[in-house]
């Protein structure tokens, strides 16, 4: 619970300078610049899902498994990260060059990619979470967003041209690997030097690649709808949805901080007991709903008061959208659950299956109720999908129907209030 309430306070923390930042940053680049920076950031999270090779569980599981190799585990996964994290940036920035219909966001897409070479240094964390020590890192992260967030208002009050912006975001990956280095220097928990091992190397490549592709595949499938926004209705329309999905994003951001923050104690569970593990997957799938509802109820009432206060009237059309993002959020975090059960009983393919399941969905709801109702409809699209993907394929697929249950009963944890104290009893185990 300490290191939940670390993770998550430092996200409370980060949301507000965030928000007041991303504020300002949109007035000053309008929706059509704001929409053409965000289809940058969209690009690169995509590319991360690949850039992580599938490391963060297995990694946690790794030190775990080996006391006293912690710095061979660490090591090598740092530089797997680093290989693919240059890969990953050289293909994106050449990609954007080369596409004819990039022609407007390739230099921004460029110099945004290189925050991925940065991106290994997240090593740290996983060390830390292995210790339940994410005080650190979420001290490390919030001193290196404020930076950011200092160096983003100085250039809104410059009036700074939008690629000006993109070197900041790119600042923000190495001001973090600056300050994780920084904290890993003083803590106490010791790994050793941090060396090469062929052997932990191929374990960590043939467990994580399957990872890597599913993630990749899902991170893809849960921002294609951002791609199809700019796609079909341009950048001022993308810069209106994106002003949404930036908001929504931070929710499902500190869903997955407390889904690894959970982890450890899951995979333990699972090797030790079924009961034990089932209640572990149980409070997981309450806990993230729990999560999920809040940001339901909070779109659906007070989107357009958020998105005036913070975007002003040119934003105007983000609320509905907002407000619908809101629900799909519930059921996102929802599924995120359910990986975390296919990471530890299921074939990594699961999660390519239900990915490709959200992409057809939302392909074929996107092309109905785009062109109809704008970025509204491409809202309307995602909620469809996801529903289907993280909720329905567990009905669907034979061997996502052990957690069918746990699933269900966590969507409920609004209407079933007694267990709300057993929710509790378990984080404080």
Same mark, same amino acid.
């Given at each position: 619970?300490?290191? @939940? ?6 996200? %409370? ?39 992580? #090779? ?54 921004? @897409? ?32 919030? $001193? ?8 983003? &208002?100085? #250039?809104? %009050?410059?009036?700074?041209? &939008?690629?000006?912006?993109? !070197? ?16 890993? !220097? ?8 941090? $060396? ?22 899902? $991170? ?17 329309? %993308? ?12 929710? &499902? ?8 923050? =959970? ?17 572990? #997957? ?26 005036? &206060? ?39 393919? =699961?999660? $390519? ?8 969905? #939302?392909?074929? =709801? ?27 394929? /567990? ?20 209407? /079933? ?13």
């Amino acid at each position: 619970m300490q290191n @939940i309430l670390w993770l998550v306070g430092e996200r %409370a923390v980060r949301t507000m300078a965030t928000a007041t930042v991303l504020a300002l940053v949109a007035r000053q680049l309008a929706p059509a610049g704001f929409g053409q920076l965000n289809f940058a950031t969209t690009l690169i999270a995509i590319g991360a899902s690949f850039a992580n #090779l599938g490391l963060e569980g297995i990694v946690i599981g790794e030190l775990i498994r080996r006391p006293g190799r912690e710095g061979a585990v660490l090591g090598t996964a740092f530089r797997l990260r680093l290989a693919a994290g240059l890969a990953s940036a050289a293909l994106l920035a050449g990609g954007a060059i080369l596409t004819r219909g990039l022609h407007h966001e390739a230099r921004v @897409i460029a110099v945004v990619a290189l925050g991925l070479v940065f991106q290994p240094a997240e090593v740290v964390d996983l060390w830390f979470q292995r210790h339940l020590d994410s005080r650190r890192t979420a001290v490390a992260r919030f $001193v290196a967003v404020l930076t950011g967030a200092t160096l983003k &208002l100085w #250039l809104v %009050a410059c009036g700074a041209p &939008l690629v000006a912006f993109a !070197w900041a975001l790119a600042a923000d990956y190495a001001l973090f690997a600056l300050a994780l280095g920084c904290a890993n !220097w003083r803590s106490p928990h010791s790994s050793g030097p941090w $060396v090469w091992d062929a052997e932990i190397a191929r374990t960590l490549w043939l467990r994580g690649a399957p990872l890597a592709l599913a993630g990749a595949c899902v $991170v893809f499938s849960l921002r294609l709808d951002q791609l199809l926004v700019r796609t079909w209705l341009g950048e001022s329309a %993308a810069g209106i949805y994106f002003a949404a999905t930036r908001l929504t994003d931070i929710a &499902l951001f500190t869903g997955a901080t407390m889904t690894l923050s =959970l982890f450890p104690a899951l995979a333990t569970t699972h090797r030790q007991s079924d009961d034990a593990y089932r209640l572990r #997957l149980q409070a997981m799938f309450d806990a993230l709903s729990a999560l999920g509802w809040l940001v339901a109820i909070g779109g659906t009432f007070a989107g357009p008061w958020v998105i005036k &206060l913070l975007y002003g009237p040119a934003y105007a059309g983000a609320a509905s959208v907002l407000a619908v993002q809101g629900w799909t959020c519930l059921f996102a975090l929802n599924g995120s659950v359910r990986g975390q059960f296919i990471l530890l009983s299921g074939p990594t393919l =699961l999660n $390519v299956a239900t990915a490709m399941v959200n992409i057809l969905v #939302l392909l074929a =709801l996107g092309w109905w109720l785009v062109p109809a109702l704008g970025p509204t409809g491409a809202a309307l699209a995602a909620l469809g999908a996801g529903l289907v993907s993280n909720y329905g394929t /567990t009905l669907l697929f034979p061997l996502l129907r052990p957690c069918a249950r746990a699933q269900s009963r966590g969507l409920l944890i609004l209407f /079933t209030p007694d267990r709300w104290p057993g929710l509790l009893q378990q984080f404080r185990s």
